[in-house]
């Protein structure tokens, strides 16, 4: 999951905090390393761009995992000549350095540090003075705008000016209020934020008798859904995750959904990781066909779990509206479950009767090595010898042996079949019927085209003389 680090380090910023004893860029520098930090303790393979803003946008590390090398890179605050920031045209920027390096339905965060050195801070901004730009910049790319505001006050009179811009246009992000007057509370917060945004979600999927441990990335937030009443409603994840049907791309076109998350395997242990994971299984089911998977997330809210990006190769869990029935046109999701299921249910296995096994010969060819091949041109030789009483399985062998050879793309079998015929006949005498069904089948064998190798059948005039012998 790629992430950008924004860290404004404008004008503004200069003010001394009455709280610390220092300038808000000293505390937002300083809080900066503490995030790379915690965000390494984590997850030491996060993808993590590190960029500053003052009137202009400065990458100093693109998309890597050398958390020191980011760190070192963060520049002192008496290094900073001292700008007004743009903070539209800095998440601009943090856009487009996203899009150009992955793809559209990539999952990343923004994390901007940022403060509100006077009390109000940007409240006085209107919303009519947001750009469209951004929001549609937003509806082409799948990432959240993690926003920390620090300040020196716990109480917001007026409503934040970030609080608004996330507000009103919709944009999925989030503003975290970080007052820097209780210090000791400030300290931890950041590591428990990084937990949040990043520790993955663990959890158990379930599909019939099949249990496999998964991780959703992100990590699901508790869903809050006032109905007309003014009821306030939660759902939330369960740790169980249940896939109790399968339905084909007709029936879940442009289906809305309302969060997405990416499914992956997670190994309880080291030894596990060389037995197949359920998920090889579940993405190789779903990626060669349109088909989705239909999973419980909890008591009353279902999901579809299917094959996203480019060449369809990561699963990715995508949540209905809450509720039994979201799609009219579908019906109630409990009456995909067999009633009187539960996990407590054993499956009965009844034994059918069969019928008795067979010792017969096998009627399939499999030439794993040489001498298989060689037990089956001894088996042609003697029924060679047995002509014409036997020929229906002289005839019926050979074609099988020669299709075969050619679907096995095994042509030198044909000359090696002609050769041993030849020497066999040339060793032993042959009546009139075996020379014709000789030269009847060994200019079959010395066809040059594989394509006119159709299936043969006996030489007609074997046939005349068998039924005159019989009359």
């Not at 006050?153 to 811009?165: L, N, R």
């Not at 158990?204 to 990335?217: A, E, K, P």
């Not at 879940?252 to 992956?264: D, E, G, H, K, Q």
């Not at 869990?317 to 009633?339: A, M, V, Y």
């Amino acid at each position: 999951m790629p992430s950008i680090i924004l860290v404004d380090i404008s004008k503004k910023l200069e003010a001394i905090s009455e709280a610390r004893n220092l300038t808000h860029r000293q505390i937002l520098l300083h809080e900066a390393r503490n995030f790379l930090k915690a965000m390494h303790d984590i997850d030491n393979k996060e993808e993590i761009a590190l960029v500053t803003f003052g009137k202009r946008v400065t990458i100093l590390s693109d998309f890597s995992t050398d958390f020191e090398a980011m760190i070192s890179k963060l520049p002192n605050d008496e290094e900073i000549v001292g700008e007004n920031g743009n903070f539209f045209s800095a998440v601009y920027q943090a856009i487009s350095m996203f899009i150009s390096c992955w793809t559209s339905d990539t999952y990343g965060k923004i994390f901007l540090f940022t403060a509100n050195p006077w009390f109000g801070g940007e409240t006085y901004f209107r919303k009519q003075s947001y750009p469209k730009f951004i929001t549609s910049l937003f509806d082409k790319v799948n990432i959240k705008l993690c926003i920390f505001c620090y300040s020196d006050f716990d109480d917001y009179i007026f409503e934040c000016f970030y609080d608004e811009f996330v507000s009103a246009f919709q944009i999925n992000g989030v503003v975290h209020h970080i007052s820097l007057a209780e210090s000791e509370i400030g300290v931890g917060i950041l590591k428990k934020l990084v937990e949040i945004e990043f520790r993955p979600f663990c959890a158990i999927m379930t599909c019939g008798t099949i249990n496999c441990n998964v991780l959703l990335i992100p990590p699901p937030q508790p869903l809050v859904i006032t109905s007309e009443f003014g009821l306030k409603n939660t759902y939330k994840f369960d740790s169980h995750l249940t896939i109790i049907g399968f339905a084909g791309d007709d029936d879940f076109a442009m289906v809305p959904t309302i969060n997405s998350y990416l499914l992956l395997a997670a190994s309880p242990n080291e030894c596990s990781e060389s037995i197949p994971h359920f998920c090889v299984l579940l993405h190789a089911a779903l990626a060669n066909r349109k088909n989705f998977a239909i999973c419980r997330v909890s008591e009353e809210w279902y999901g579809m779990i299917c094959c996203v990006g480019n060449d369809r190769t990561q699963l990715c869990l995508r949540c209905f509206q809450p509720g039994k029935n979201p799609f009219p046109w579908i019906g109630s999701f409990d009456e995909l479950i067999p009633s009187g299921m539960s996990e407590n249910t054993e499956n009965i296995r009844r034994n059918l009767k069969t019928s008795k096994p067979s010792y017969a010969s096998r009627s399939y060819t499999c030439w794993i090595d040489s001498n298989l091949m060689k037990n089956d041109v001894l088996k042609l030789l003697k029924l060679e010898r047995k002509l014409p009483d036997k020929e229906v399985a002289f005839y019926q062998d050979l074609n099988r042996f020669c299709q075969h050879a050619l679907a096995i793309g095994c042509a030198q079998f044909f000359q090696f079949l002609a050769n041993t015929f030849e020497k066999h006949a040339n060793s032993v005498e042959m009546s009139d019927i075996q020379r014709e069904h000789f030269n009847h089948y060994m200019a079959y064998l010395k066809l040059t085209k594989s394509f006119e190798r159709s299936p043969l059948i006996p030489p007609f005039g074997s046939i005349q003389q068998a039924n005159e012998a019989e009359g």
